[in-house]
T-cell receptor, first 117, second 114 residues
Framework: GAVVSQHPSRVICKSGTSVKIECRSLDFQATTMFWYRQFPKQSLMLMATSNEGSKATYEQGVEKDKFLINHASLTLSTLTVTSAHPEDSSFYIC?????????????FGPGTRLTVL | AQSVAQPEDQVNVAEGNPLTVKCTYSVSGNPYLFWYVQYPNRGLQFLLKYITGDNLVKGSYGFEAEFNKSQTSFHLKKPSALVSDSALYFCARYSGAGSYQLTFGKGTKLSVIP
């Protein structure tokens, strides 16, 4: 149980294009989903917290107009990198939380490797 | 801010030997603590967590961790290391009261040598 999927697993795009990444909780309903970014050999950096049916909360320094997050249902959140540039190349990981319960655990997707040429 | 620290960037251990990956936490609020493992080019897999109760927590793949309040530590342990345990390990805790956001340590790379 508690499986989270991400699609695509890998994407290469040209500079200036937009890329959408999907995050799905497959066997549970997640009221809260999180988006992270990970640089090589570094820890995860939280980008935003997404609650179903409301606007995402972005961490300081993360451009909300560049990284659009939509959490349309209890099992799906999407991250759209708009007008991507090479510096946006990174490993993006989502997680879904069985929130609302004390000690709710985050379950992570397998990640999406974005390469912007 | 509530934080965790992983003092070792890398840990090397021989196959079959016991392994320990260290984690300490800042003393602030209730320390809900987690361990995750990451294999190359993969997301994080949940290993175990401490919320309350027994200080020794048992998790997936034979791993366990001991919550030590006096030393503010939550070290990850396994009695006998496998080569397949080689991966990146992250300690984490909730960021603040009422928040389910996680704050991660910088990660420790574990290499199990055959």
């Amino acid at each position: 149980g508690a499986v989270v999927s991400q699609h695509p697993s890998r994407v290469i795009c040209k500079s200036g294009t937009s890329v959408k990444i999907e995050c799905r909780s497959l066997d549970f309903q997640a009221t809260t989903m999180f988006w992270y970014r990970q640089f090589p050999k570094q820890s995860l950096m939280l980008m935003a917290t997404s609650n179903e049916g409301s606007k995402a909360t972005y961490e300081q320094g993360v451009e909300k107009d560049k990284f659009l997050i939509n959490h349309a249902s209890l099992t799906l959140s999407t991250l759209t990198v708009t007008s991507a540039h090479p510096e946006d190349s990174s490993f993006y990981i989502c997680s879904a939380s069985l929130a609302g319960l004390a000690g709710g655990t985050q379950y992570f997707g397998p990640g999406t490797r974005l390469t912007v040429l | 801010a509530q934080s965790v620290a992983q003092p070792e960037d890398q840990v090397n251990v021989a196959e079959g030997n016991p392994l320990t990956v260290k984690c300490t936490y800042s003393v602030s609020g209730n320390p809900y603590l987690f361990w995750y493992v990451q294999y190359p080019n993969r997301g994080l897999q949940f290993l175990l967590k401490y919320i309350t109760g027994d200080n020794l927590v048992k998790g997936s793949y034979g791993f366990e961790a001991e919550f030590n309040k006096s030393q503010t530590s939550f070290h990850l342990k396994k009695p006998s290391a496998l080569v397949s345990d080689s991966a990146l390990y992250f300690c984490a805790r909730y960021s603040g009261a009422g928040s389910y956001q996680l704050t991660f340590g910088k990660g420790t790379k574990l290499s199990v040598i055959p």
